[in-house]
């Protein structure tokens, strides 16, 4: 996985790094943090078409527990959807709470904050998020997000943008002024 990672054209291959959980084993809940190549918008679908062309899509064991992204972009409220489109692409996430989650009563969710600082007129300088649909056995995930990726581009025409995949919003920054 690391490895496919920085073969990427748009990741920043000195940025790839491999921690692995003490006491866990070599290969056992490690952790991949990357970073964008300088000037560069990392695609989520050549990362899944990469791992798509690995072992990593047949009968392997492994998994992935979650993706967290970073997005850097203009945050929109569209038909009474909120979105976040990633600064020089057409990359487009949905923005929301986690569907399987309980809410608190007494707590507010990142994204209910997120949407009270839109409301408020504050603009959001970028939203780090878990990907939905990025966890379980790779064979799963890669199925599963393929499918998802060819239904995106059959629903809308042309090619996926990602404008469907929702971003369970972990925190958020607000543009300095």
């Known amino acids: 996985m690391r490895d496919t990672i920085a073969r990427q054209s748009d990741v920043d291959k000195s940025s790839v790094k491999y921690e692995v959980e003490p006491g866990t084993g070599k290969y056992r809940n490690g952790t991949i943090t ?21 072992r990593l899509h047949t009968g392997t064991r492994s998994g992935v527990n979650y993706l967290d992204i970073t997005v850097e972009g203009d945050v929109v409220v569209v038909d ?17 709470d986690d569907p399987k989650a309980k809410p608190k009563e007494v707590e507010k969710t990142p994204y209910q904050r997120l949407t ?11 939203v780090t998020g878990r990907v939905q649909g990025w966890s379980g056995r790779w064979p799963e995930v890669l199925r599963e997000l393929a499918e998802k990726t060819e239904n995106d581009a059959k ?15 972990q925190e958020f920054e607000i543009a300095k002024e």
């Open 80 to 96: 009474r959807e909120t979105l976040v489109k990633a600064t020089g692409t057409e990359q487009r996430f949905l923005l929301g």
């Open 116 to 126: 009270e600082a839109l409301a408020k007129g504050k603009k959001i300088a970028n």
């Open 34 to 54: 990357f970073a964008a190549a300088k000037g560069k918008s990392i695609d989520l679908q050549k990362i899944q078409k990469s791992l798509q062309a690995t």
């Open 155 to 169: 629903e809308s025409g042309k090619a996926a943008t990602n404008h469907r995949t929702l971003l369970v919003v």
